[in-house]
């Protein structure tokens, strides 16, 4: 009876330290999200969208898109095509020293739209992909960290009615290569 006892406090034992390892693995690894006016989604994907470089900027514009659980990317022929669902999607046009992908700093609002690697220029938040419901971010920092293929990204900004949008992404970002297509150059009005 004693050896019974003494093999079910083992298995309860490891079965508590499996479960407490899980735990720590969990708190190294944290959540993907995106919050924005008291409503916070699971980020699921992004991507990079390169537009080259332009004569009066000394960056490459890279175009950085996190979306939410619930919305979906649509592709032609490898290209963007449109974007459905229901759920937060956050963009930053940002300007990086090469046109393959974002460098490891920081990227910070740049109201002067001066197109200076370290910045973004022009930043929306869409809490409402269905109803095209969207906010123009108008200050903060989008810090990125790359490592290969997989890129951690924080988002501390503010939109243009002072709220607050916050967001963490870990992972890879699909990549699409524009900067010899000017067609679909954004421009700004």
Same mark, same amino acid.
Do not use: M, P, R
């Given at each position: 009876m004693k050896t019974l006892k003494t093999l079910v406090l083992i298995v309860i034992a490891g079965?508590?330290?499996?479960? %407490?390892?899980?735990?720590?693995?969990?708190?190294n690894d944290p959540k993907t999200y995106l919050k924005y006016?008291?409503?916070?989604?699971?980020l699921k994907s992004?991507?990079?969208?390169? =537009?080259?470089? @332009?004569?009066?900027? %000394?960056?490459?514009?890279?175009?950085?898109?996190?979306? %939410?659980?619930?919305?979906?990317?649509?592709?032609?022929?490898?290209?963007l095509d449109s974007i459905s669902g229901f759920g937060m999607l956050v963009y930053f046009e940002i300007y990086t020293s090469n046109g393959v992908g974002l460098d490891s700093r920081d990227f910070v609002y740049d109201v002067n739209e001066t197109?200076?690697?370290?910045?973004?220029?022009?930043?929306?938040?869409?809490?409402?992909?269905?109803?095209?419901?969207?906010?123009?971010?108008? @200050?903060?920092?989008?810090?990125v960290k790359k490592d290969g293929n997989n890129y951690e990204i924080t988002i501390n900004c503010t939109d243009e009615n002072g709220k607050e949008i916050s967001g963490?992404?870990?992972?890879?970002?699909? =990549?699409? @290569?524009?900067?010899?297509?000017k067609s679909l150059k954004l421009i700004k009005e």
């Open positions: 079965s508590l330290l499996v479960l %407490s390892s899980c735990n720590k693995d969990d708190d006016d008291n409503e916070e989604l699971s992004g991507y990079l969208e390169n =537009y080259g470089q @332009d004569s009066t900027w %000394s960056g490459f514009n890279v175009d950085l898109t996190l979306y %939410s659980t619930g919305v979906t990317i649509h592709e032609i022929a490898g290209e197109g200076a690697i370290g910045t973004f220029d022009l930043g929306v938040i869409a809490n409402d992909i269905e109803d095209l419901t969207g906010f123009l971010i108008e @200050d903060g920092v989008v810090n963490y992404y870990k992972g890879e970002l699909k =990549y699409y @290569d524009y900067s010899g297509t």
